[in-house]
């Protein structure tokens, strides 16, 4: 791949700024692969919980103007064949993966880190998007910082690996959360997951088109929201930040960079743009750079902080 | 394209005890070999190839085998389903000497194939296999396209007990030579259908097939180095892409987007093919 | 206009379910007559506040796919000069208005009541979204059940119009603030104001595109959110709802009416369709009755309330 | 057409001591009487008329008038700006015989709109006044496009002291009859274009103004009841017509979409043409 394209992210040299992001072609060895192959400089598994799920029923996904909601339920086979997935792919790729995790309390993240430790994953990443538990405030988990700030505390005392926090958008106040993830240790911020969540009705059935009724929004239309919470988080954390959130292009994935992004996350552009998304996108991002005399990724500046 | 259209039933048809048609009013605009997503809002949505399409129509043919199946099982003509697709790859359309393998309600997306090559003036042998004599599909349907077909029941409930691969192995290698059909006279009949020696040996160009996993498997080793398409099954969910659930090791083919209808080539780069698919959960369910 | 289109609203009789909301084509009173005039059965006054405001510098709106950006920072010509462009408007139009207003805080939203009191308005609308004042746990107004209480409370005790509560879908719990609207005595509500913020970045120039940096996000991508929270909302409170929030076409707002909504609110659309966009939706709506049988609008079905 | 689109400024040229003419290498497609919104992210978009347009580049031509303006001033060729655009509705393009009536800056929209005139073949007259000879824009281009040149000030600068209208209303009514310039001698000199006895009465079929709203109001007056169009300024936000700051009474009218170039039966029924317009907060401000 380019030089031009080459980052570090956590003391790793990765060969492109572009990560598949957790939930997208990652339920099997070779989705990753895949992705990989196509130029994706990280990749993500999907989050794995200590049990299978099944996820929801369908319909799981539906489109709309700008974007697709989806609710998938966390599917997936559970840690331990998951991990069997990720190693299964790290035997044949040099690429590296994050591992992702989802669980409502300290303990069974504790459980999950134990598991990820024996695994041949390289970041572990904490989905901490849980809308459905609360702290002692009603503040669901994804927008308590103690909860947050708990969690991450706990994880790193025992993971082997950098520990990255993933961030929902559906909060007040983002950056008090990524600054209590930061303080209690977290490696990486990755945000955001998906948006809202939202609904839509197929007016003839006057049914909730999706089974679970509601689905988070990602695709080109969360962008700017995205965009804006990363660029005022990037005003007050050192720790680096994947950004994601309907990049589709290499204009979106500078944007993301220049609001404050080390990464770029692209997931439901790979439906917009086939699994040829990566090196689509990366190949416009080295335009980009030739045009504007830009002869590395740092050189690419980034907005100026909040103040 | 991703548009989702929800859409009343037109026509309900039986094809078997536990198989039957539904006709919509819709220009889907199909092609051989993809499918829709369907559903009627009450928990799941499921893939379903289109088995025939025409201008202003296109029909579904549904086994009942589990939860949504046997809903759908329950609808009338006038109820609204609601579908997305058409989805997925298409078959190669041949003009030459043609052999289609179906197995069970495998058979379904194999009608609208043979439509298709005899308007493209192929030879047409098809093998249309089932366990037994009332899981067999679209056998008039055809018998109304005027090519060679050969009906084979591993019971012998139809014809003699045979396997469809063992018979397709034969026809290949020109051991057997299909004739037209006389009336309803095409069940399997090694007798009747062994090759005169004035008649001549052409090859066959392409062979499809489509049934369950197991028996592409054993028909793969038969084939030699005759091109071939198979359609696969694996368990989906978004069928756009994205989600992965449809993923074939090791490649990293979607389903979804890149199949159902896959290419010798690809075929045999799958190392799970035969071996194992993945459930709801994305854990591997071995064959 | 079509008699299958009217509806009800608070006891008075509308010719049309939709409205024009706050911010759009309502700084004069030729904005709201021309907008009457091309099928909007009420149309909403921009949200006046005690004094004259400039509104932000420009750029104020910004288009991305699925949507816009704005931050037009409640431009306005002050309560007084504001009522006088209702007034004119009630001269020429037997189309009700709701006049809009904003504050934030309890005693200001009683002067702007007062002023209101003296026009020809309609309804009061009171915008609830301010982001930018918290309450005493921090919580900003627009969440804040407690200061919605207060000030719908102190609010209806004066008001000669219904009063009618905006609210702001950037909240965890929408219909706790709707409900505290209700119990206050807000005689309906009217949600949702624009998602997000967000933000967009001009990748040559390293800027944000809105001078105030953040905006607003309208228009077709955040109708599923729109659609999700007055669902929820619908299923939760009785006094009736405008729904509004990416209706772009008859089938949105036949979607927002089966979630709940009572009105629907057409903002950004007037940008896709053209001024025009009031009497294509009401045809789509007719065409769509028609096609589904139903004879007035109070026999196009809800959805099943959620439990 | 609302994509937003950020270019250098390819060229920089001083038109008067406080108007500038800045060039874009872009294929922008604009039409006579069309503006843009361009912003330098430093706080303020604003509406500006494209004075030129070709394939590949297009122009706009400023006044220095408050802190907008005023930065604007300070760029350099090869400094980026951000454009969107063009917006509005644009000049009707008549091959009969025009008159052209500008004051002061206003003159901007209407060189494009002579040379399109131009090619269209109509017999034009171009009356280019200002308050004074250092305000007075784009003479020299009206005189390229070899048109009927007569340039007023309303001090006597130029030619005689004069205001424009007043010189509409006599070549109107063909007290006057302008001839094509010789040089630069195309001041307004009433007696040179005095019409002799032998010269033929053709009445004039389109009056077009650009300018101060009062010069246009007078203007309107003199017209009689020859087709015109006016372009008109009304303080513009959004320029895609949802913020309703631009609006004109009583019809509701956008400018920024409707206009800014509005024609005789509008203008007609518009109450505040001459009386008021509106500030960014949205009130009225009377002229
Ligand atoms: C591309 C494709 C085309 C198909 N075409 C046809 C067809 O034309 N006619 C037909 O009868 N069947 C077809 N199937 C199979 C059909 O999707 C399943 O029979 C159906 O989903 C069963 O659903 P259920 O709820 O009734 O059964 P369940 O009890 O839910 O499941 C029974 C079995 O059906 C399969 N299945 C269930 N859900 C899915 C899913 N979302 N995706 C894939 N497989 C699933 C699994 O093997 C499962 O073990 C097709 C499948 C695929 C992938
Ligand atoms: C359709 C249209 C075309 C125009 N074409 C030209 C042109 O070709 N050349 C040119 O020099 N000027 C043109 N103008 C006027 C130009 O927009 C203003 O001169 C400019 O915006 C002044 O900005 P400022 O910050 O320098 O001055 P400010 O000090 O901000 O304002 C001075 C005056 O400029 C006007 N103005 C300011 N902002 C706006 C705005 N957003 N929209 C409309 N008017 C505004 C107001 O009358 C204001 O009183 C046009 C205006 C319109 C509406
Ligand atoms: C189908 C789908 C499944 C997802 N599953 C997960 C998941 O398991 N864990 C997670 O942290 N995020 C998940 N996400 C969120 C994505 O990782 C990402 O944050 C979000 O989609 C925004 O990026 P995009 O607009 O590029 O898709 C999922 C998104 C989609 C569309
Ligand atoms: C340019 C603009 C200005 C707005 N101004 C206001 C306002 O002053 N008060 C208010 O309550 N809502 C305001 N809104 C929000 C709208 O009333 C509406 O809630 C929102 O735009 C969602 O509807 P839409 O997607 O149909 O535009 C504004 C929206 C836009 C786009
Ligand atoms: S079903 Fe989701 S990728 Fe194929
Ligand atoms: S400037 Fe907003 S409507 Fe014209």
Chains 1, 3 share one sequence.
């Not at chain 1, 598991?115 to 849980?130: A, M, P, Q």
């Not at chain 2, 679209?138 to 139809?158: N, S």
């Amino acid at each position: 791949m380019n030089k031009k394209l080459r980052t570090k992210f956590l003391n790793a040299e990765i060969k492109s700024p572009l990560v598949l992001p957790a939930g997208i072609m990652d339920m099997s060895f070779s989705g990753l692969d895949i992705s990989a192959k196509n130029g994706a400089g990280i990749v993500t598994s999907k989050s794995f919980t200590l049990q299978p799920r099944t996820g929801h029923k369908g319909p799981v996904v539906a489109e709309f103007e700008g974007g697709f909601l989806n609710a998938m339920g966390l599917c997936n086979p559970g840690i331990v064949d998951g991990l069997a997935e990720t190693n299964e792919f790290k035997e044949r790729s040099d690429t590296p993966v994050i591992v992702s995790v989802f669980a409502t309390n300290v303990n069974d993240f504790l459980k999950l880190t134990e598991y990820v430790n024996t695994s041949k994953g390289d970041f572990l990443e904490l989905n901490l998007s849980c809308p459905n538990v609360f702290d002692e405030f009603g503040i669901p988990l994804a927008a308590s910082k103690d909860e947050v700030h708990k969690i991450i505390k706990a994880v790193k005392k025992i993971s082997e690996f950098p520990v990255i926090a993933k961030l929902s958008p559906n909060v007040y106040d983002i950056v008090s959360i990524a600054k209590a993830a930061e303080s209690a240790g977290a490696d990486a911020i990755c945000m955001i997951n998906t948006v809202g969540p939202g609904m839509l009705i197929d007016t003839k059935m006057v049914k909730s088109v999706l089974f679970n009724k509601f689905g988070g929004l990602s695709g080109p239309c969360i962008k700017p929201i995205a965009l804006k919470l990363i660029y005022q988080t990037y005003s007050e954390v050192r720790i680096p930040i994947i950004g994601m959130g309907g990049v589709k292009s290499g204009e979106d994935a500078i944007e993301m960079m220049m609001a404050g992004a080390s990464m770029v996350g692209v997931g439901t552009a790979v439906y917009y743009r086939g699994i040829e998304v990566f090196n689509k996108i990366n190949n416009e991002i080295i335009e980009f750079m030739d045009k504007n005399e830009y002869s590395n990724l740092e050189g690419v500046p980034k907005l100026e902080k909040l103040k | 394209m991703n548009k989702r259209i929800t859409l009343k039933i037109a026509k309900i048809e039986d094809e078997t005890h536990d198989i039957k048609t539904f006709t919509f009013k819709h220009k889907l605009n199909a092609k051989p070999g993809q499918f829709i997503m369907i559903t009627d809002f009450e928990g799941g949505e499921k893939p379903l190839s289109i088995s025939d399409c025409s201008e202003d129509e296109f029909s579904i043919t549904v086994k009942k085998i589990g939860e949504f199946t046997s809903r759908l099982f329950q609808k009338r003509e006038g109820d609204f389903m609601s579908i997305r697709g058409a989805f997925g790859s298409s078959f190669f359309i041949s003009d030459g000497k043609v052999l289609l393998v179906g197995g069970g309600y495998g058979s379904i997306p194999l009608y609208l194939l043979a439509k298709y090559l005899s308007e493209a003036g192929a030879d047409i042998s098809v093998i249309n296999g089932a366990r037994t004599k009332n899981d067999l599909v679209f056998c008039d349907k055809f018998r109304e396209l005027g090519i060679k077909l050969i009906i084979t029941t591993d019971d012998g409930t139809y014809g003699e007990k045979v396997s469809s691969v063992d018979v397709a192995r034969k026809i290949l290698s020109n051991q057997l030579v299909p004739k037209p059909q006389l009336g309803n006279n095409d069940h399997f009949q090694a007798g009747a259908w062994k090759r005169e020696n004035d008649e001549k040996k052409k090859k066959f160009d392409f062979v499809y097939a489509a049934g369950p996993e197991m028996m592409m498997k054993s028909l793969q080793g038969v084939i030699g180095d005759i091109e071939y398409e198979f359609i696969f099954e694996r368990y989906m969910k978004c069928a756009i892409g994205i989600c992965g659930n449809c993923t074939m090791d090791p490649l990293g083919i979607r389903l979804c987007v890149e199949g159902p209808v896959l290419s010798k080539k690809i075929v045999e780069q799958i190392t799970e093919f035969g071996k194992y698919h993945r459930d709801a959960t994305g854990k591997r369910i071995l064959y």
